[in-house]
């Protein structure tokens, strides 16, 4: 079984400011973390995914995440925020490195002010 | 890149009829997709896995005989809310996945259903 929790739920956040998006994870089997962005009634679109090998993930529009096993956590950052990094942002984890039955988070909503 | 495109990405319809979205893989061939559905501010809930040429399989408490998956070929994917009702008002995702490992899960971009 497995199981995601994002710790927060909303995040707002001053335009240029750096941001840390919480997640942790519980599985037991070897897991594949990843990081979705889903902007309003659309599809998600991966932001970045762990596999195996370094723990540090860049992805794209500038967004990393660390990989950190003992502490089952696969936060998401930015330094620095736009206006148009507005949106929900899921974790999911899962058994399946293509990410087939992904079991995902609540989600969290980023709102960047100006 | 690889796209999913999803049709319709909104419908309203009256309670009783049935409706049906459609999933498409447009430059791969995705031996999987995959059904959710998403209640306002909430996660994804994975309600069947579908493969080409095969029966879909449902998560529990997905009912089969309400919502009928059809994965006829390599590129498409149907769901079917057959007999709607304002309970099944909700936003259903698809997304398909190569066979090859290591490949990303694409996402289709919604269909929003209104059933009145």
């Known amino acids: 079984a497995q199981s995601v929790t994002q710790l927060d739920s909303q995040v707002p956040v001053f335009e240029e400011a750096p941001v840390e998006l919480r997640c942790n994870y519980s599985?037991?089997?070897?897991?594949?973390l990843f990081w979705y962005v889903q902007y309003p009634n659309q599809g998600l679109q991966l932001l970045l995914k762990y596999l195996s090998g370094s723990t540090l993930v860049k992805g794209i529009n500038g967004f990393e995440a660390e990989f950190n096993k003992s502490q089952t956590s696969f936060h998401l950052r930015k330094p620095s925020v736009h206006i148009s990094d507005t949106a929900e942002y899921f974790c999911a984890v899962s058994g399946d490195a293509n990410a087939g039955k992904s079991t995902f988070g609540d989600g969290t909503t980023l709102t960047v002010k100006p | 890149g690889a796209v999913v495109s999803q049709h319709p990405s909104w419908v309203i319809c009256k309670s009783g009829t049935s409706v049906k979205i459609e999933c498409r893989s447009l430059d791969f061939q995705a031996t999987t997709m995959f059904w959710y559905r998403q209640f306002p501010k909430q996660s994804l809930m994975l309600m069947a896995t579908?493969?080409?040429?095969?029966?879909?399989?449902?998560e529990q408490g997905v009912e089969k005989d309400k919502f009928l998956i059809n994965h006829a070929s390599l590129t498409l994917s149907t769901l079917t809310v057959t007999s709607a009702h304002p309970e099944d008002s909700s936003f259903y995702i698809c997304?398909?996945?190569?066979?090859?490992?290591?490949?990303?899960?694409?996402f289709g971009n919604g269909t929003r259903l209104t059933v009145t």
């Open positions: 599985s037991s089997v070897s897991v594949y």
């Open positions: 579908s493969n080409e040429g095969s029966k879909a399989t449902y």
């Open positions: 997304s398909a996945s190569f066979a090859l490992s290591n490949s990303p899960l694409h």
